[in-house]
């Protein structure tokens, strides 16, 4: 069997399996407000089912997840394969040129809420399967599909489904672009995060500043100094304990860093400035796999008055970008410490958490995975050690102990999450060659 096999059945089949990723893109499946949640599993274990996998749906206590399984050769490797089939909401009908969940094509692309986020990339990983079912009669790995119905509200329940499952040797995802330059790639981890509130009170209402001036507290400063206490000018986070357990980074690492391709100017540029954040000393890249402590907004609950008042109320809403050795119970507790430490008036609020997940580039598996996406996509993948954004990748690194491979198939201009996303046919043809050359490379490691 080889890959230019199955890309000749991609081309054979290829009206085909594009009308399949149009009736995907057009079943709804918003977890946020559930609509069309329930048919869209109905859906994807019809597409479980097609791929040559025994398809059951996996209760989780909330929306469910989707289950495939196929067993492979004596001795063979346990590929799990995770996606999502939920989608973020259409948004504001008037910004998309056509409607959200009536799939169309223009200039080579398809233009649809899912397409690139997750649909287009779980449904060419299942593809894959389907050709090697139909030009083999079998599977050259043991596969476990799992497609999460949670991705987009946070996966709440994506443990208690993992829980269910026999543990696999290896983990794959396709999610997000691919890098920026381009260029195809394999990421090995993404950063984790933890939201949380500052809240600082004054007096029972706002008051005029120059009766109260000097006299009434003021909220806005006391959570202004609390905030310049949490992080220096130069950019260090001072809070104790917040980054004691981050792992360093392995030489592995370091090389796959030194590889990918830069333009600080150029990617500056693209975003109106020119400098970066402080520290001056750290790398463009090392920067995305480092912690991170972000203001991401302030307010005095004054609708945008701005009167002459002392506020009666100041919040801060911030985030953390995590990284291996971190975990959000840890960096939670830092945090709360730091804040009953320098004020502890001042109400600390926890959001939303994600745990970071990190694969070594060392890890036995990686020149398999490498190998084998350069031949199903015809180019040489750039090695990414961690995306800056969050995946709940941690739950299959952490709880199943096992690498975790990205491999994205989506253009990096997909428009994710934003009107008119859209996922290049190219990729989505190439992403089935990937896929299936993936796992028959993994088969021949037995």
Known sequence: ????????????????????????????????????????????????????????????????????????????????????????????????????????????????RGTGDNKGQHLAQLLGLRALKELTGGFPCRVTVLL??????????????????????????????????????????????????????????????????????NPAWALIQLLASMRSADGTVLIPGF?????PLTEGEWAALADLPLDIPGALAGIGTQHMEPPAELGFYERLTAPTLTINSLSCADSGDHRTVIPDVAIARCETRLVGGQTPAQVTEAIRKHVERHAPDIEFITGGSMSPSRTLPETPYTATILEATERGLSEKPLLVPALGGSLPIAVLTDELGVPCYGIPFANVDESNHAPDENLDLGWFRRGIVAAAAIQLALGERR
């Open 243 to 247: 980054a004691d357990s981050v792992a």
């Open 1 to 112: 069997m080889t890959v230019e096999q199955v890309r000749a059945w991609v081309e054979e089949h290829d009206e085909d399996l594009v009308s399949e990723l149009a009736a995907w893109i057009a079943q709804p499946s918003v977890s946020r407000t559930g609509l069309g949640m329930a048919d869209a599993a109905e859906h994807g274990l019809a597409l479980l089912r097609t791929a040559g996998l025994e398809a059951r749906q996996v209760e989780t206590g909330g929306l469910p997840a989707l289950v495939g399984t196929a067993e492979g050769p004596p001795g063979a490797p346990h590929v799990l394969i995770y996606g999502h089939y939920d989608v973020q909401p259409a948004g504001p009908e008037e910004k998309w040129t056509t409607p959200a969940f009536e799939p169309s094509i223009r200039d080579g692309r398809m233009f649809g």
């Open 148 to 217: 999460d119905g949670e991705e987009e509200i946070g996966s709440p329940n994506l443990a208690k489904a993992v829980s269910q499952l026999d543990v696999p040797d290896l983990a794959i995802w396709s999610d997000g672009p691919v890098h920026d330059s381009g260029r195809a790639c394999v990421v090995l981890g993404v950063r984790g995060i933890l939201t949380f509130e500052l809240r600082a009170y004054g007096a029972n209402r706002p008051l005029h500043s120059g009766n109260w001036g000097g006299v009434a507290p």
